[in-house]
Nanobody
Framework: QVQLVESGGGLVQAGGSLGLSCTAS????????MGWFRQAPGKEREFVAG???????DYVESVKGRVTISRDNAKNTVHLQMNSLKPEDTAVYYC???????????????WGQGTQVTVSS
């Protein structure tokens, strides 16, 4: 079956950097979009960034300039590099994949289990 496994979360001070990775397995992911969402306590899960099969990227405004998403199609992996982290970036981060275009709503076919990112002030 399809599995998405995230890694790289942790505790970092404000202004620091953290990289998250997600590896997908269980099927062929040709033409699948890959994205990262996050959910802070008491808040809705929100889109952070996404990358299409073609490499086209999309970012939510609050992370533009601080976050870079990339993917390796040969390895079915997606990476999220986060710099200049802020306490408001604290959340559980989820990897997700969907057939076709990246979208900002939670209409994704498969989800990872989530990894905690905590930014201390």
């Amino acid at each position: 079956q399809v599995q998405l496994v995230e890694s790289g979360g942790g505790l970092v001070q404000a202004g620091g950097s953290l990289g998250l990775s997600c590896t997908a397995s269980g099927r062929t992911f040709t033409n699948y979009g890959m994205g990262w969402f996050r959910q802070a306590p008491g808040k809705e899960r929100e889109f952070v960034a996404g990358v299409a099969w073609s490499g086209t990227t999309d970012y939510v405004e609050s992370v533009k300039g601080r976050v870079t998403i990339s993917r390796d199609n040969a390895k079915n992996t997606v990476h999220l590099q986060m710099n200049s982290l802020k306490p408001e970036d604290t959340a559980v981060y989820y990897c997700a994949v969907r057939w076709g275009a990246v979208v900002r709503i939670r209409d994704y076919d498969y989800w990872g289990q989530g990894t905690q990112v905590t930014v201390s002030s």
